[in-house]
Each structure stands twice: as C-alpha cells, then as structure tokens.
C-alpha cells in the first residue's frame, strides 16, 4: 500500500472523508430535524381549531338550524309558524307556561304547555263558563283511561299523565276547540298542579306570525 493512498484517504486527525465538518446528517437532506412531525403537529392545531369554531357556530344557531322556522316549540314538519304570544282556540296561552310546543299542518294548530293557570285559559277561551264545577259533562269527557296517554301525532313534548279530561268547545270564530288536561290522580275536582294541557284548533289568519328573522327568539 503506497504512501500517496493512504494520505489522499485520511485527513491528519485519521478521520475519513465525509465525517467532518463539512458532511451532511440525514435531518439536513429532508430539511430541519423534526420538520415532518412538526407540520403534521400544526394541521392538527388547525384541525382542532376550525372543530371547535364550527362546534360553536352549530351551538349558537341551533335553534335555527335544527326547527322549523327557528322557533324551538315548533315541532318538525310544521307547515305554518305561530307568533310569539300564541293564542290558542280564542285565548292566548297561560304567561309563564313551560314546555311550550306546537305543531301545525293544513290549517290545524295542537299546542302543548305546561301550567298552574289552566282553569283561567279555560275561562279566557270561552271553554268553561266563570263558576262551573271543572269536571261538569255538559262540556267536557273522561279521556281513555292510563298512566300515560301519548301526544297526537307529530306533536313533540311529553306524555299527559292520566288520568285526564277533555274539554270539546267552539271558538269565538266558529271554530271547533278541544282542550285535553291532566287530572289530579288524588283530588278529584281538581288539576295536577301544574298540569299539562294539549290544545287542537282550527287556525285562522290572526293566529299565524310571520316569519321571524334569523337570530335568537325571545321564547328559545
């Protein structure tokens, strides 16, 4: 082996070449070391960021998106929209029901509530006359007997509780108004307190609201 090889092989300090400081490391030839990990480290923040944001924006306009006229008491399939204050077979609602929903389909409203003021409807809508006994057959019937009687069709809301009674009446308008209530299962002139009521009624044009612009609604 001649001298000439081994000096053009070897620097002075025995190394060989490439192993100085002039070689490049496999994290130089792909770019800074990490770099990989570091992007798929930032998509994922992006990811995670636009989530959240669309998460909010689905929170924020639920009701919008999710009822029909982005009204949260009107169940799916309503065909017409009913105004804040709803009026329902010749009187508006209780103030302060709860549970309030309402479904509507060819001019035909059912409206369920939840309420303490019932006997005051009843008397407002022209439903039961001022001073007669609740339970009075000259106006109303027993409903079929059982712990739960279920809602009409495509009204959402809770079961009425039975026992319950059902008031058949004719509006100011002429127009047939049925009045379903929850009985008290202990006292027997009287309602649950509060109790649920369902309300079907023919609607007329004084009953129907426009429709109200995108945004959040006094009653969601």
Do not use: K
């Given at each position: 082996m001649s001298d000439s090889?081994?000096?053009?092989?070897?620097t002075s300090g025995g190394e060989r070449p490439g192993d100085g400081e002039g070689a490049l490391s496999s994290g130089d030839v792909s770019g800074a070391p990490g770099g990989g990990s570091g992007l798929r480290?930032?998509?994922?923040?992006?990811?995670?960021v636009l989530a959240v944001l669309a998460g909010g924006i689905v929170w924020l306009f639920r009701d919008e998106l999710f009822h029909p006229f982005g009204d949260a008491r009107a169940c799916e399939g309503s065909?017409?929209?009913?105004?804040?204050?709803?009026?329902a077979g010749g009187a508006t609602i209780p103030a302060g029901a709860s549970d309030v929903h309402y479904f509507t389909r060819n001019g035909t409203a059912e409206?369920?509530?939840?309420?303490?003021?019932?006997p005051d409807y009843l008397h407002r809508a022209g439903i039961l006359p001022e001073g007669e006994p609740l339970f009075d057959e000259r106006y109303g019937t027993k409903a079929v007997a059982g712990d739960e009687i279920e809602l009409p069709d495509g009204l959402c809301g809770s079961a009425l509780r039975g026992p319950v009674w059902i008031y058949h009446s004719?509006?100011?308008t002429?127009?047939?108004?049925?009045?379903?209530?929850?009985?008290?299962?202990?006292?027997?002139?009287?309602?649950r307190f509060p109790a649920r009521a369902v309300v079907t009624y023919d609607l007329v044009s004084a009953d129907v609201g426009a429709v109200e612009p995108v945004g959040r609604t006094p009653w969601s």
């Open positions: 090889w081994s000096a053009g092989s070897r480290r930032v998509l994922v923040t992006v990811v995670l065909d017409a929209e009913l105004p804040g204050e709803i009026r409206v369920t509530f939840v309420s303490g003021r019932i004719t509006s100011p002429g127009t047939s108004v049925d009045v379903m209530v929850e009985r008290s299962p202990l006292v027997d002139d009287s309602f």
